[in-house]
Every structure is written in structure tokens, then in C-alpha cells.
T-cell receptor, first 114, second 115 residues
Framework: EAGVAQSPRYKIIEKRQSVAFWCNPISGHATLYWYQQILGQGPKLLIQFQNNGVVDDSQLPKDRFSAERLKGVDSTLKIQPAKLEDSAVYLC????????????FGQGTRLTVV | AQSVAQPEDQVNVAEGNPLTVKCTYSVSGNPYLFWYVQYPNRGLQFLLKYITGDNLVKGSYGFEAEFNKSQTSFHLKKPSALVSDSALYFCAVRDRDGNNRKLIWGLGTSLAVNP
């Protein structure tokens, strides 16, 4: 079974530039998550999709971050414009359900904003 | 409010010795509990979960965890540690019954297994 695919693995951009991350979840997984993980901290949920609908985006900085899930499968997360404090690892995860099912994570995209 | 505490930032153990990584939680209802592991430069990997039933849960790589409702704990254990177990471990909880269904993550515990 193929895992969660993310690209790119690494990205370095200057502040005020824009960047996009792509995620392909495990086939058949209805729930997709984007997390931000700052070094030394636990993951912070940015947005959760159920199929192509948004379930939770309460911690997404909507003035600069946006996300969509195309046709309930692939997803993209965009930052525009980036700030220095956005430097982090962005993790995509998917799961079959929501409440009692575990999530499967991609390897993440390490973003450095200089 | 929901919360998860991993009271130890770092745990050091000698190879072959038993290891314990502690986790306590607070939810208004009954919990779903999860452990994940993160190896260097890798994404998070699921280890095990408690949903209901037997309080002792067995998971991947020889790990197990015991759900203790009275102590609101879900400590991760392994009888004999390996150097390859060195990684960052995260505990997470979701309230099964309350209005807030978010998955709450601990800050992580760094496990170092010394040869």
C-alpha cells in the first residue's frame, strides 16, 4: 500500500515570497490533515478536510495560508506571503475516519524562510 | 479543557533495559489515546492506540501501553530497549464524548537508548 506522498521535501524561500506544498493521501482515505511542526514542538493542526469539505481550519492563519482539496483526493497548501516564523516542517496526513482511527503521515516538507 | 502532558522532555535508557515514556491526559469524556513516533528527518508513524476494551494495548516494534483511567495515564513501555528505538515520541488524545473532538498532541519526549 502506497503511503502519503508529499512534495517538495525541502524548500527555501525569501520572506514575502509565496510557496505551495502538495499532498497525495492514501487511496480511499476520506480525511486529510495539514499540520505545522516547529522544531522541538508537537504538530499543530492547520486544517482538516473530510472528503473535499473543510472540517476544522480554526488554527489556519487565513490572511496568508490557504488550502484546498481537489475532488476529495489531492491537496495543496499555500503560503502567501511567507514570514520568517513560517519556517517549519509541514506534514500532511490522512485517515480512513476521524474519531478513533489513526492517521498516516507523509515525510513532510521542510520550509525555510530567509 | 482537553490537554496532554508528557512530563519528561528526554528519557535516557541503556540498551536492553525496559523503557517507559509517560503520558497523562485530561478530557471531559472518555478518551481515544494514541502514540506516535518520529525518527530523525522522518514523518510521524503510528505506534498504537487505545479505543476501548483491554487496558493493555500492544503495538508496533514491541511497544505497548497501559490505559489507566483512575490515573488518567497512558504510558508507553517496552521490555527491552534497542538503540534503534531512539526517536521522538508523541502522545495524543481525542475526547470521545465531549463537544471538542480535536486531536490534542503532547509536546513530545525524546528517547535516547545508549549502547
Amino acid at each position: 500500500e502506497a503511503g502519503v506522498a508529499q512534495s517538495p521535501r525541502y524548500k527555501i524561500i525569501e520572506k514575502r515570497q509565496s510557496v505551495a506544498f502538495w499532498c497525495n493521501p492514501i487511496s480511499g482515505h476520506a480525511t486529510l490533515y495539514w499540520y505545522q511542526q516547529i522544531l522541538g514542538q508537537g504538530p499543530k493542526l492547520l486544517i482538516q478536510f473530510q472528503n473535499n469539505g473543510v472540517v476544522d481550519d480554526s488554527q489556519l492563519p487565513k490572511d496568508r495560508f490557504s488550502a484546498e482539496r481537489l475532488k476529495g483526493v489531492d491537496s495543496t497548501l499555500k503560503i502567501q506571503p511567507a514570514k520568517l516564523e513560517d519556517s517549519a516542517v509541514y506534514l500532511c496526513a490522512s485517515s480512513l475516519g476521524v474519531m478513533n482511527t489513526e492517521a498516516f503521515f507523509g515525510q513532510g516538507t521542510r520550509l525555510t524562510v530567509v | 479543557a482537553q490537554s496532554v502532558a508528557q512530563p519528561e522532555d528526554q528519557v535516557n535508557v541503556a540498551e536492553g533495559n525496559p523503557l517507559t515514556v509517560k503520558c497523562t491526559y485530561s478530557v471531559s469524556g472518555n478518551p481515544y489515546l494514541f502514540w506516535y513516533v518520529q525518527y530523525p528527518n522522518r514523518g510521524l508513524q503510528f505506534l498504537l492506540k487505545y479505543i476501548t476494551g483491554d487496558n493493555l494495548v500492544k503495538g508496533s516494534y514491541g511497544f505497548e501501553a497501559e490505559f489507566n483511567k483512575s490515573q488518567t495515564s497512558f504510558h508507553l513501555k517496552k521490555p527491552s530497549a534497542l538503540v534503534s528505538d531512539s526517536a521522538l515520541y508523541f502522545c495524543a488524545v481525542r475526547d470521545r464524548d465531549g463537544n471538542n473532538r480535536k486531536l490534542i498532541w503532547g509536546l513530545g519526549t525524546s528517547l535516547a537508548v545508549n549502547p
